[in-house]
């Protein structure tokens, strides 16, 4: 057994150190999943990661890596750890800075799979109901519709949510005149707004038979540029 006096900072973050580089030559996204309390015990951490650190493996390993590392990144982060204010921060920190999406690379990644990923499902389940757009709506209030993810859940759609959808896209996203919608709404137009699964859902595919639910006979199929080429 080692000697409780054999500890020092120096020679605990040196093994530390050998451990990760040499022993078991761990790459970062390797370390970022096993690392934590469980971990150091079993290589007898335990007795200096108690003593130098308060218990802390992440203020071990960050006083190896200074700020290499995000406390919200290690996969075996403790329970208590999450407060809605991390959470938001940590979401923030990957979308604009680990990440740096944009907009529409955010709508189509952003899902429970990729928060998943980013060791945040644990989080969305405790504050948000397990809703990634009630996050994301936290983080960035009333900047996106919920139906602009690609990954809405298949449970999202129904038709007034669907025409509430077209209506918003038409009128206010893009602000089309009569003119304009009769030259640019077509199927392609429709996938790309992300309405194609209630399109086929509940109008069997036909773009004229959704935009005439929204709008009852205020516009001539044949009106429509894409009529020509059968949408």
């Known amino acids: 057994m080692t000697p409780l006096n054999f500890w020092t900072k120096e020679k605990a973050l040196q093994l530390l ?40 493996p992440y203020a071990m390993i960050n006083d190896l890596y200074p700020n290499r590392f995000k406390e919200w990144e290690f996969t075996k982060a403790p329970n208590n750890f999450w407060t809605k204010e991390k959470a938001l921060q940590a979401l923030k920190w990957a979308i604009e800075e680990k990440e740096k999406l944009n907009q529409e690379q955010l709508k189509d990644i952003y899902e429970k799979k990729w928060l998943t990923q980013l060791g945040l499902r644990g989080a969305i389940q405790l504050y948000w109901n397990d809703s990634p757009y009630a996050m994301i709506n936290d983080l960035y209030p009333n900047q996106f519709k919920e139906w602009e993810f690609t990954k809405a859940p298949n449970n999202f759609w129904t038709k007034e949510k669907a025409l509430e959808a077209l209506r918003w896209t038409i009128e206010e996203k893009e602000k089309l005149t009569d003119n304009q919608l009769l030259q640019k709404y077509t199927m392609n137009w429709l996938k790309r707004h992300r309405l194609w699964t209630p399109l086929i859902r509940y109008w069997n595919g036909s773009p004229y038979a959704m935009i005439n639910d929204l709008y009852p006979n205020k516009y001539e199929k044949h009106s429509f540029r894409g009529y020509i080429n059968k949408y």
């Open 17 to 56: 150190r050998w451990i990760i580089e040499e022993e078991e030559k761990l790459s970062p996204q390797k370390l970022l999943q096993i690392y934590g309390q469980k971990w150091l015990n079993e290589r007898r951490l335990i007795a200096p990661l108690r003593v130098i650190w308060d218990g802390s």
